[in-house]
């Protein structure tokens, strides 16, 4: 049976454990120790470390409609990639002009 193994060593262990890179079955049989009971101490261990990241910070926030469109608009893309924005109605004949115009 193994000696009786005191509260600060065991914060020690679980910090040894920490930087060993092992697995916790790996550290508790090269240590000789149970693996549920360093189970149980790692766990207090990062319970009780200072969280390392920032906090979280929450923000209020309002969720809004989406804004209602007052016009319509059309898009015209040519082959040279040129985009041609109009308003429903306008003149077809003076578009096509434009994106003749602009493929040349």
Same mark, same amino acid.
Do not use: N
């Given at each position: 049976m !193994? %000696? &009786?193994?005191? %509260?600060p060593e065991? $914060?020690?262990? $679980? =910090?040894?454990?920490? !930087?060993?890179?092992?697995t &916790?079955r =790996?550290? +508790?049989?090269a240590?000789g120790? /149970? *693996?549920?009971?360093?189970q149980?101490?790692?766990?207090?261990?990062?319970r009780s +470390? @200072?969280?390392?990241? =920032?906090p979280?910070?929450l923000?209020?926030? &309002?969720? !809004? @409609? @989406? @804004?209602? +469109?007052t016009e319509c608009? *059309? =898009?015209v893309? !040519? #082959?040279?990639?040129a /985009?041609?924005r109009?308003?429903?109605?306008t003149d077809v004949a003076?578009? #096509?002009?434009?994106v003749a +115009?602009?493929g040349?």
């Amino acid at each position: 049976m !193994a %000696k &009786q193994v005191e %509260k600060p060593e065991w $914060a020690r262990i $679980a =910090e040894a454990f920490e !930087a060993s890179g092992q697995t &916790q079955r =790996e550290f +508790a049989l090269a240590r000789g120790v /149970r *693996l549920s009971t360093l189970q149980s101490w790692v766990y207090r261990h990062r319970r009780s +470390a @200072p969280s390392r990241g =920032e906090p979280v910070r929450l923000l209020p926030v &309002q969720v !809004a @409609p @989406p @804004p209602v +469109a007052t016009e319509c608009l *059309l =898009e015209v893309v !040519a #082959a040279s990639g040129a /985009r041609v924005r109009f308003a429903v109605g306008t003149d077809v004949a003076y578009v #096509a002009r434009l994106v003749a +115009a602009l493929g040349r």
